[in-house]
């Protein structure tokens, strides 16, 4: 049985317990077992939390410093996470169900967008207009929000808080961090690493709490200036309505419905592997999951048969079997939904080839664990063809023509990832350019470079993070006319 860890609130560099003493036991959805309790904020938590940190901002203790000394300190908080990788790891793995493979990737990811934001505080971007005579200069400068609240998911709690928070950082932004609830402990770890490292207190405050207690009192703060929201669709489109009445900025990276195609002059070995990675990474409980999957008809038969083989080879299990491919579900309620996506896929026509329903092992009984699940027969305007599904579910359409994947690929509400496999590097580009998404992934699935910029179009979002865009979206453009002569 894991070990018990406790957690407070983290404010101002120092443990802060909740006027209401609200506390959540996590227990972990791969065995079950009591893994960690966080103490939960309420409103008054974050308005604390947000007036430490716009006093922290007005102070100027990290704003001020300049962007090559935040830069040498965002370098030594990464090298404290990489020094603290196989801990943060097991944490995460315990508190979100997943296999330890897929969390060790995560923390390592976390550390590569942690250094690349340092790069960026180095080169913190402006420039000067001095061409239109000798007496006037026009300045452009990039000056960070003051505030900015990050709220995430449990699906990915290292990556998609660190898509945000070094960018943020490296800005001179100060920060509130609202993680799930579920999966609170690598935000806090992490903010005591800052400290370590000698980011100043207040910089970073991290405040677990239920989204539907917390969030007005988020977007109401006089003290908060920008939200940055990763989650459902819906949540955010509540909370950007809530914000924007405030005149605050919003970014939201929300679900998707990821279409993966490929084409009969693909390598069929690559594509097979990429295949199966886009439904089956971390449980199929990613956002950009591959959950579409369109064959060309010569190759359709073939594929299929193949990749239900891979399928099925994939070990299920917990972080406490270093061989398992697949984790758990989230909680009860989530497996619940994603098995009533599948059992009502059936009832609609659709075919399973292979999963569809619960491990029977002996092993995995305490835990919320589905199997790799691939569909047949499933048409455009079946639920499971359209809804995010959010668990290892993939279904498989045949397709003739360029021109018909296409419209089947941008028929859906998202637009956040999806993926090309072919040979010809013109079709590649062709293709890449008629999809309505925000990232399109060729010859490969789920992979990227910090240097590229993420978000979605559509009900996927709005903004971007990583790239040069992703510490853009945390600064306000300023423009600055100067007259050398009267």
Known sequence: MASLRKYGL??????????????????????????????????????????????????????????????????????LIETNKARLARIEAEEAGKVMSSTLGEIEWAIELTRYAASLAWNLPGRMISHEGPDKIGLVTYEPHAVVAMIVPWNFPMVTLFQKLPYALAAGCSVVVKPSELTSGTALECAVLAQQAGIPDGVINVVPAIGEVVGDAICDSPFIDMVSFTGSTRVGSLLASRASSKIKKVTLELGGKGANIVFADADLEAALDGALTGFTANQGEECCCGSRLFLEAPIYEEFVERLAAKAANLKIGSYQDPDADVGAMIHKAHFDRVMAYISRAKADGAKVLV???????????????????????????????????????????????????????????????????????????????????????????LETLPQLPFGGVKESGQGRENGIEGILEFMETKATYIKLKS
């Open 10 to 79: 983290w404010i101002e560099g120092k443990w802060v317990q909740p006027t209401s003493g609200s506390t959540l036991e996590r227990q972990s959805p791969a065995t079950s077992d009591p893994v960690a309790v966080f103490s939960l904020g309420g409103p008054s938590e974050i308005e604390e939390a947000a007036a430490v940190a716009h006093s922290t901002f007005l102070r100027g203790a990290w704003r001020d410093i300049g962007g090559g000394a935040r830069a040498k300190l965002l370098t030594k908080w990464a090298d």
């Open 355 to 445: 999963g569809g329903k619960a491990p029977t092992d002996e092993t995995l009984k305490g835990g919320f664990f589905v199997e790799p699940t691939i569909l047949q027969g499933c048409t455009p305007e079946m639920a499971i063809s359209r809804e995010e599904v959010f668990g290892p579910v993939v279904c498989v359409y045949s397709f003739k023509s360029e021109d018909e994947v296409i419209e089947l690929a941008n028929d859906t509400q998202y637009g956040l990832a999806n993926g090309v496999w072919t040979n010809d590097l013109f079709r590649a580009f062709s293709v890449s350019s008629r999809l309505k998404s925000g990232t399109v992934y060729v010859n490969a699935y």
